[in-house]
């Protein structure tokens, strides 16, 4: 029997799991930011852009060291703030271009699981008409054996279990669901009409 899922190993399921799991990690990464820009902002810190290159006085006071480059400074709350600010604006950037991204790479996942997993989906629908068909031949058979029962008890049969109505137990009805997938399954090449007959 084949499987019943299609394979997940499509060149375009590992490019949309790629894709996934890169917007996964921006996220978690703005969920940690946006944990340090609350500690900050809650005490009372206000953002500010870091001075390009070294201020002033450190640049004095490495020259009064001897040094000729001045030390890196550590930032200000204000700056780290700043810098966290910045970065989770580039996130919500890249989680955009990267949602619209994913919306086209799970299409083509879709579509390639369709197409290599068509001989699974095929098996799948045959093995619903061989279903249909033989819940329309069994039925058939028990409304025989009803009739049987019947003419020689004169009366209806109590028969256990005897379900005879609604659209499984029913007789077939032009139209119902059951028709409606057979018709599709015989125009697709599924089942023959003399099939369809044959169980009726």
């Excluded at 809650?42 to 001075?51: D, F």
Aim: glycine share 4%.
């Amino acid at each position: 029997m084949a499987p019943a899922k299609p394979p997940k190993t499509t060149t375009a399921a590992l490019e949309f799991e790629a894709i996934q799991s890169k917007a996964a990690g921006f996220k978690a990464r703005d969920r940690e930011l946006r944990t340090e820009q609350i500690a900050l902002e809650q005490t009372g810190v206000r953002p500010e852009e870091k001075v390009a290159g070294p201020g002033v006085r450190d640049w004095a006071a490495a020259l009064l060291d001897g040094s000729t480059v001045p030390a890196e400074r550590q930032p200000s709350d204000g700056e780290k703030l700043h810098a966290i600010i910045t970065e989770r604006q580039a996130l919500a950037l890249a989680i955009e271009a990267l949602t619209h991204r994913e919306n086209q790479a799970r299409i083509a996942a879709a579509a390639e699981a369709v197409r290599t997993s068509a001989a699974i989906w095929r098996a799948i629908v045959r093995r619903r008409v061989d279903a249909v068909l033989e819940l329309r031949r069994a039925n058939a058979a028990a409304a025989n054996y009803r009739e049987a029962i019947r003419s020689i008890a004169k009366s209806s049969p109590a028969l256990i279990c005897d379900a005879q109505s609604g659209l499984l137990f029913g007789q077939p009805i032009v139209g119902d669901a059951s028709y409606v997938f057979l018709e599709a399954a015989c125009k697709a090449g599924f089942v023959t009409r003399k099939e369809i007959t044959n169980a009726a």
